[in-house]
């Protein structure tokens, strides 16, 4: 299995709702991320977890919360969201988080419209 | 100045040319390099990594390193439509721990 399957793949929600995106990875994978990837721009970070610990938090607004139940899933609680947090998020897993072991494989994505 | 640069483009080449992408870095550190193709709408794929400095090659895709310079390139020989995408350079940052995305280069190739 070499495979990040996201969940779901759009996701429209109010500002009060509450909703959680999934990601899970049979790869044996020890390093999960969420990027966030608005049109015409690259990725960009907000959780890494390693070893399913919290590595690296980039100042992400609290209404985002991740979590890492096990090695293999990874999930990612919305609550209060604003329109601007419109985007495409992307689940990504690697060997681990330094160097060479980097190597990200990408999910597809849930695209998730704020209104 | 960013940590990683690309032109954004588009870069228009014509079906069966080379297409050369390119990106430098700031982190003279930085050891592993990275070339991601995402088609619109669709998530990243990796398309090439390399360490060393030199070419390295798999089918029609040939990265380039060159350490010194702090630039990192990827020719696409025998460009087909299907190649049309936006290219990613990235880096693995030891002092961030994270991997280092460049903003893109759209790549059209045209019939």
């Not at chain 1, 689940?91 to 990200?104: F, T």
Request: hydrophobic share 30%; aromatic share 10%.
């Amino acid at each position: 299995d070499t495979e990040v399957t996201q969940t779901p793949k759009h996701l429209v929600m109010g500002m009060t709702n509450k909703k959680s995106l999934k990601c899970e990875q049979h790869m044996g994978h020890r390093a999960m991320y969420w990027y966030k990837q608005k049109a015409k721009k690259p990725p960009e970070l907000m959780f890494v977890y390693s070893y399913e610990k919290l590595s690296i938090n980039e100042s992400v607004p609290s209404r985002f919360s991740p979590e890492c139940p096990n090695s293999s899933l990874l999930n990612l609680h919305l609550h209060a969201l604003q329109p601007e947090d419109s985007a495409l998020y992307l689940c990504a897993s690697s060997l681990g988080q330094g160097g060479g072991a980097n190597v990200l494989t990408f999910g597809a994505g849930s695209r998730l419209t704020v209104l | 100045q960013k940590e990683v640069e690309q032109n954004s483009g588009p870069l228009s080449v014509p079906e069966g040319a080379i297409a050369s992408l390119n990106c430098t870095y700031s982190d003279r550190g930085s050891q592993s390099f990275f070339w991601y193709r995402q088609y619109s709408g669709k998530s990243p794929e990796l398309i090439m990594s390399i360490y060393s400095n030199g070419d390295k090659e798999d089918g029609r895709f040939t990265a380039q390193l060159n350490k010194a310079s702090q630039y990192v390139s990827l020719l696409i020989r025998d460009s087909q439509p299907s190649d049309s995408a936006t290219y990613l350079c990235a880096l693995f940052s030891g002092g961030y721990n994270k991997l280092i995305f460049g903003a893109g280069t759209r790549l059209a190739v045209h019939p």
